[in-house]
Structures are given as structure tokens and as C-alpha cells.
């Protein structure tokens, strides 16, 4: 039975209904353009958004899926961590429908929903088994974190100021590149020679496997003073983000070293997830990385490391599953207030007792 979900947690309006054994029936997502004046995601803005996007999305979704809203299973949403304004409509949005259409409502960990991404059919080649090496780098998040089974997560280290696309993004509004950042700073970067620029790598070398990207955003900003950065040469712009983007990803490729170092036993696999997934350079050096280990290694498309609903609804199928597998109910989260911080350490409960 097909399972729908919604993501609405910072600014994608997204839907998808998938089915149980990880066909993807139909997707949407909309990016929200309403926030590029401001330079970064205005959480009113993206709420009323998400507001305006929803239900014709929903009705686009169960019509390229060719379905009614009866033949749904469960209905699922994000419910955090992420923009509170926006993970209220995305949830009301699914808990109303689930009430109608007599469902489950699962409310689902965006965090979890990223770090099981690998596991859909198909994009792992070896399908992921646990226990696998999981890189989560996106807008909001830096965290190298032991994907132990569902629901067993241990995070192994995380940024101590920027995430990764948070500096990505700050760099890009330094060379007036706009926003959102990522893209933009790769692709001027390749015009760029990355050993032009001297340029930090915070933490290199250090224990554990923590990471710190605002001394190198500092770096870059003492490289461009306001009277040259309107005037600056093409060039040198394209050197500053290739050797930036060179930085980030040896910072990352340090960092992994140790998480692989700090897993309890053995991983099958190093995965890769978030947004910041998307740079070519960086998923060719994870590449290099995981063979030189001899690790088999998972990166989503593209489409499926952003924000997305497809993610949630698997999450909610891999929860149901698990959850069934140890004797318990299918959980019904329908009075579950979203959460803004909702940690991954936290999921180990839903495994353990009756969400109701
Ligand atoms: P979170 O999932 O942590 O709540 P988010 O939803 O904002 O955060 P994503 O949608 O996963 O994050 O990713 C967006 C981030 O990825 C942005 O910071 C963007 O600049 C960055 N990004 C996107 N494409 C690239 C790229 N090609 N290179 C580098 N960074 C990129
Ligand atoms: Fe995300």
C-alpha cells in the first residue's frame, strides 16, 4: 500500500507517494523563489508559502500517481527539525488528510528521512546494510553519524559553528554570486585553479572527527575587502571559490578519516546526504575516499540529496517496517506538535515504545 508524504521543513514544498517495496510513484517539488531578494530563507515567507503550495501539490501528486486518496496507506510529514512555522503546515496539512482518509498518521525525523535516503531501492548499489558511514552535509547540518539500524544513530561528530552549505552560501554572497550559493560557487570554481588561494583548514589532523568552516569563511572575507569585491576580477573570483571548494573538501575527507576510525565495528558502506552532496568535486574526492578504503560507496541523485518528500515517505516505510519487525504497532503520530530541534539520538524511543 502506498504511503504519501510531505516535506515542508525549511523551503521545498514537496510531496511523493511511494509504494512499501520503494517504487516511487510520484514526486513534486517546489523551491521557493520568494526568499532570493533576502539573500537566505525568511521563515515567515516560507511558511506562507508552503501554505499557498501544499494542497495543489498534494492534488498534482495523487494525479500523477494516477490514484484517489483512498488507496493511500498512511499519510506521513516531516515534523523536524526545521523551520517551526513551516513543519505546522506540512504536518495539519498531512494529520487532516489522515484523519479523513481514516490512516496512520507518521510523523518523520527530516534528519532520518536524509540518512536513510540510501536505502531506497536503487540507489545503493549493495542496497546499504547497516551499520554504514553516513556524511550528512546540507544547509543546515555537518555531521559524520553511525547509521546502526532504524532508529540507531550515533553521531560520531558535527560542525562546531557553519554547516558546509551554510559556508558555501556565505562564500557565494561574498562574491556577489547571490543565493542559493552552492551551485553557483561550483560552478565559477570551475574556471579556478583550487591551489591559487592560500586558504585554513580548520580541525585538520585533530582527533575526533568534528568540523569548523568559519575560519575559513573568515580567510576568504580577508582575501576580498569591500572596495575589491564589486571590482574583482574574474579570474581571481573563480580561484577563491576553486580553492574554497578545495578546502571544504579536504576539511571533509580528514574529518571522514577519523569518523571511520570511531565506528564500532566495520561500515558496509559510506553514504553521502544533504544538499552540499550535490558538488561534483566533493563526491569525486568521497569517491577516491571510499575506494581507497575499499568501501563501497551510495550517493543519491541529486534529486533525492535536497530536500524531498520521497525521502520521508521511505522513512516512514523503513519505521513501519522496523516497528512491525519487533512486534509493535504501526505508530500513530496524529498529536505529535512539530519540533524544531529534534534530535537523532531521540529515535532509539520509537523503536522501544507505542508512539500514541
Ligand atoms: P537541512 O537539511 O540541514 O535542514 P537544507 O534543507 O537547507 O538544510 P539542503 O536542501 O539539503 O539543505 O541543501 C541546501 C544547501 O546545499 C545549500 O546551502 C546550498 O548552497 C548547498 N548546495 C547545493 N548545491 C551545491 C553544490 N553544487 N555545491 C555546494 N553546495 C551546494
Ligand atoms: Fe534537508
Redesign the pocket.
Known sequence: TPVMAIES????TACAIVTTGGQILAETTLSQSGHVPFGG?VPEIAARAHLGALPALVRDTLRAADMQPHELGAIAASCG??LIGGLIVGADMGKGMAIALDRPFIAVN??EA?ALTARLPGVASNGAPFPYLLLLV????CQCIAVEGIGHYRRLGGTIDD????A??KV?KMLGLGW????A??QLAREGDPHAVLLPRPLLGRAGCDFSFSGLKTAVAQKLPAEVRTALPRQQAADIAASFQQAVSDIVIDRLGHALDMMEQRPTTLVVA???A???V?RARLQEFATAHDLPFAAPPLRL???NAVMVAWAAIETMRARTALGLPIPNDIAMRPRPRWPLSEMTQRMTVDAD
Open positions: 521543513s525549511c523551503d521545498d530563507v527539525p526545521g527530516h534528519i536524509h546540507s544547509g543546515g547540518h554547516a558546509a552549505g551554510e558555501f552560501d557565494a542559493p550559493g552552492g551551485p560557487v561550483e544533504g544538499g552540499v550535490a558538488n561534483g566533493l540529496c535536497t530536500d
